[in-house]
């Protein structure tokens, strides 16, 4: 797809010329038409024409298509950071927090245009999952009590190592000193030998599943010190993540800035389930704040100390995951990362989603639906979908409890980075909640009809327990009613044979021995009218700071201005993310102009268009640079034609063809709202209203 | 406007009986229209449908004004809340947070249709100002260092007075404790003389401004215990409401989270004015969650530990704070409270903004226009503007440095609640923050062209001071150069008579004798291109929650049930705040009817418009009343004439008026969105679809 500045002009050249030969040819057709001439001449012209404008149209897509699609691909990825990060901070995509206290690691501010490109996929992300799927969407606090982090683990287990410089107290993250010094290394010590890149290697690849101690050896062994001192570093132990505080007057309630949404999802499940009939399955969704107190924040939006997220829990029976709407996405194909491709050290393959799960790469029909349609949301951000892969995690990244997860990664100047995280967690999180609350999070299933069923049921005869047993009576009976199916037919086994069997309790670690006439272990028919469970749950959990900064680098580009002395900064956001739609400038400093300019901007903020008027008196060129370096996708000029009482019409320019329209002022307003909308193509309003030939000053 | 239901029921069956007869006279234009007869005795037909049909919108418009209208005002307070909060929590609008611990205080979380009413009242937040008025929205961290709320005051100051019980060390609020014990003792004691009464009801009136030592006396004098042990209470000390966290991992660098979002566009004032192209005025604005660790939280959404602000900062040349457009707004009239009927006991008067201004009664037109167009937004929210008020404070509650300061107060069963607070607060943030932070926050207009202007010089001699004062040389210096332009011709009058003058330096107390020859102060001519200055600012600031809770409040009615044995509880939300817009039923349990109710939810997903489809099996009764309580304003029956290939339509209903029409399936979907977003009105569609007699299920 990649296309260089020369072969772009060439396209460009190209297409101003079918365009003049279109406009000319379609000045031919009216001229005939009004000599009267022969109708086939006249219907042979027309044909000409037709084919010229259909000619005219595809060129265009294929400028459209090739217009910055390189991205950071191509240009060095250092110098490209730099020119984004410029153009972000200049024009207050986002800028440092407090800065004019000096600022805080970690915590970002959106600006203007960043607040409205956020509010924009916001609205677009409960467009496309929460209005399409009836979600249930809720909005719990940040401030958490502790009791609710201690059942999810996170109090004990949401932690980094951290080591502190032994004498000026300076805090590191231990992962990220080991990391740089092994890259360091790597990229500059000529003298390595090929044994020993083969072992910082290894230890690169293993980072993440090193434990403090681990950690601890390998940064003795390469005499690792603190990189802003030299001093030597502490052992590293474990920082919790959290932001403590204390909730209420009398200082005695621990309270927590949540880490994530989720946890207000589960705790609220058996009200939501009513909400939803007691019917399964069903998804919450939550949109807010997450916080997390990193040791040494870096990577710009990447890594920070406040974040959005955008977080959906899917309940299921755990033995249905099907899912009605998955025919509908079968067919989408896109970059899948199975293990086995990684672990082999292939490459993602492009894979047709109704395959992978079927040949079951991925787990299920609800995991497979939600992939394919956060492919679909990633995309309509203008993510390049060839540098969007969907991953899955290895047998070592994944909790115990996890049945299959999938992170969408996204290709950008840091490499892939994780945007939105896709797991199947099974019934975790509502058991966790359940245990430490003891309330009920379960679901039940009605049978169509009440079924019999056969139960092994087991009775503890206690008169016999107590003398046998004495003070240990009642734990052994709550053993024996405690036996999963298996482990109680296979006591009955033995039972039957030996007379006795043994009894082994864990929590004690004690062994007891069972004679057969004190238990009962016996299959019994029973009626059931239906079947409760816990449900399980498929989370797709969106870092949505993350996906607004991967949009960022895919959307950037920049093009040669017109004197060819500098490079112009271009955002070629999608219309429906843009953070403002459309500019209006009068072509020049005039008070008439600037009067249609105004009304123009009314009638776009009536049709609830966001847009922007210029009317300062700088050369147009220069405010459409100012535009296209916001991403506003649409400009109008306004000019002497506008005042023509013959026309009243004005230019209407597409950011990255550059192609202008002369569209009626009064249905101005309606074309950029459908287009900006989606409701519209760019492509139809070229072929609906006549072109005019780029403004020389663009 | 209160209607009894008799009234309405009244009505109601006045409607029905005119709609039929609108529907009879329609027939007979039909059949005329037929039978080809005299084009005048059609004419005629049709000038009497037109006339029937125009009387039926009216009085439809007169039912839909008056259901519900009397809200909490004629039925019994408590009954009403009970009632309300009865719907608002079994429907999830809001619930205690964390319930299956036991919930922590002040902390709730939005269920489903809360959280969309909240979206929705956002989205229309964000329409009406942000858009409406191109104002810079911007997005800031929750996180705070310590030394920005150091500079806003709020470290220091934003306190409660507390008393813990000497005991058991429960907290409460000083001044809650002394108002309940002062309305308990009026309200209950029949022994109470006059003259005690007259002193509770003057304490009450001044409990906001008292301080400790007179909390204390009072709680002292009046025996007042702690109200859950009846223990005695320590003296009243302040406790700061922010929550405190530490951010980062040395532990040494003190946060809180932010009590309003305000101080995030202060400090990024000078990068907004650069990007507002070095202009004023200009708004910026800031939605977001801020927090306050209330002592003891009461009346359920109305006082919350975290919560949603929505902020506007308009910054403005303090010498001109006129508004283009407060014409626009000028004539709107509605209830202001100002401080002479305040002070002299009289009620709020209907007044035109524009006359509160020109008679100074408003500060200012750029203050006016906020409480204009604050006026209009509440009221689109469904706010009743009779129980709306805009209350000036009095001199004693506003803040040294405020020019004027308006509270928009809603009442409702909790009495009248201030919902938007509108302050005039000068320079003061800008000017703390630029203190603070040595920053420049100042903006500089330029004159059309330069002006000469006389200019005080003063200019102190160092040569002659370095010997006078020695040490203190430097610091008289200093103060020579800081004088005031007052101060300085007072000192020049005094040295051109005395030949000397004393200087007091106030940071130290001490005062030097200056001599005639060791300063010069004269007038000079400067040539002055503008004038820098510290931007005033206008503020906006609005409690999203407290606004949602007001507006279930107004917005809430019950009636009858069809048999009437049951009151149904009902939301009459304007269709832009419904958290949904439409739902779909089929007639009964049907395949085929089925089928069509999920093609037309499915259209109106693809519109954008927030549905719901209710295939149980329920009596449409039943599931009407159901829709009715989440305040869904409209309702799509698919019945078997759907089915009917020569029909393929569904009735329409409309909520409030129950009203229902016939609208081909192919249109709906239309039809509701437009009327959804308000492009469209019901009586619009009243009289363009055919009546249907509402259903006997209704």
Chains 1, 2 share one sequence.
Not at 613 to 620: L, Q, R, V
């Amino acid at each position: 797809m990649a296309a260089t500045e020369e072969e772009l002009e060439l396209l460009r050249k190209e297409l101003v010329g079918m365009k003049e030969e279109s406009e000319k040819q379609g000045e031919l057709v009216r001229a005939l038409k009004g000599k009267k001439v022969e109708k086939k001449e006249i219907e042979e012209a027309v044909e000409v024409l037709m084919k010229l404008k259909l000619e005219v149209q595809t060129k265009e897509k294929e400028l459209v298509a090739k217009v910055g699609s390189d991205g950071g691909k191509s240009s060095n990825k250092e110098t490209f950071r730099q020119q984004l990060n410029d153009t972000l901070t200049n024009r207050l995509f986002f800028i440092p927090a407090f800065k004019i206290y000096g600022g805080v690691a970690g915590l970002y501010d959106y600006g203007p245009p960043g607040c409205a490109v956020k509010a924009n996929v916001l609205a677009l992300w409960r467009q496309h999952y929460v209005l399409e799927e009836s979600m249930l969407e809720i909005d719990c606090p940040c401030v958490t009590p502790e009791v609710v982090l201690k059942a999810s683990g996170h109090v004990d287990k949401f932690t980094d190592f951290m080591v502190k410089d032994e004498k000026t107290g300076m805090c590191y993250r231990a992962d990220h000193l080991l990391k740089d010094y092994c890259n360091e290394a790597l990229e500059k010590d000529p003298l390595l030998t090929a044994e020993k890149r083969q072992e910082l290697k290894g230890v690169l690849s293993t980072l993440d599943e090193l434990d403090a101690q681990q950690l601890g050896a390998k940064i003795k062994e390469y005499n690792i010190t603190a990189p802003d001192s030299k001093n030597p570093v502490s052992d590293p132990y474990p920082f919790n993540l959290m932001f403590k505080t204390s909730i209420g007057p009398a200082g005695n309630s621990i309270g927590y800035l949540r880490p994530e949404t989720a946890q207000g999802i589960f705790v609220n499940f058996s009200k939501l389930y009513y909400y939803n009939g007691n019917k399964l399955p069903f998804a919450a969704a939550q949109i807010g704040q997450a916080f997390r107190n990193e040791i040494a924040p870096r990577q710009g939006l990447l890594r920070v100390r406040e974040f959005t997220l955008a977080e959906i829990e899917h309940f299921v029976d755990p033995e249905d995951k099907s899912h009605p709407k998955f025919k509908d996405v079968a067919d989408l194909q896109f970059l899948l990362y199975p293990r086995k491709e990684q672990l082999a050290m292939e490459k993602p393959v492009k894979t047709r989603i109704g395959d992978a799960v079927s040949q079951g790469i991925v787990n299920n029909e609800t995991l497979g639906y939600f992939i394919a349609r956060t492919y679909l949301f990633l995309k309509s951000l203008g993510i390049d979908e060839e540098r969007l892969r969907f991953r899955q995690h290895l047998p070592n990244e994944m909790a115990h409890y996890a049945s299959d997860c999938w992170d969408a990664e996204v290709e950008c100047s840091y490499g892939w980075i994780e945007v939105t995280g896709l797991a199947d967690r099974s019934a975790f999180d509502l058991k966790a909640h359940s245990d430490k609350s003891n309330e009920d999070l379960t679901a039940f299933e009605k049978y169509p009809k009440s079924k019999e069923v056969e139960r092994l049921k087991v009775t503890p005869h206690l008169k016999l327990l107590g003398p046998a047993f004495k003070k240990d009576a009642d734990t052994v009976g709550k053993a024996l009613l405690a036996m999963a199916e298996e482990e109680a037919l296979a006591m009955k086994a033995k039972l039957d044979a030996d007379g006795q069997a043994p009894l082994e309790i864990c929590t004690t670690g004690k062994t007891f021995t069972i004679k057969k006439e004190q238990v009962s272990i016996s299959k019994e028919k029973v009626v059931e009218t239906g079947r409760r469970f816990t449900p399980a749950v498929i989370e797709p959990s969106f870092g949505i700071g993350r996906i607004i900064y991967c949009m960022y680098e895919h959307c950037f580009y920049t093009r040669p201005s017109k004197s060819g002395d500098e490079q112009l900064s271009v955002f070629k956001f999608p219309p429906i993310v843009a953070p403002i739609k459309c500019t209006v400038f009068p072509l020049m400093q005039n008070e008439k102009l600037n009067d249609v300019a105004k009304r123009l901007s009314v009638d776009l903020t009536r049709a609830g268009v966001a847009n922007k008027i210029d009317i300062t008196g700088t050369s147009i060129g220069k405010r459409y640079a100012r535009t296209d370096e916001l991403g506003v996708p649409f400009a109008i000029t306004v000019d002497f034609e506008s005042l023509d009482a013959e026309r009243e019409d004005a230019t209407l320019r597409e950011r990255d063809s550059r192609a202008q329209v002369r569209i009626p002022l009064e249905e101005i307003a309606t074309v950029v709202r459908d287009i900006s909308e989606g409701r519209l193509a760019w492509v139809d309003v070229l072929s609906k209203y006549p072109h005019v030939a780029p403004s020389h000053e663009d």
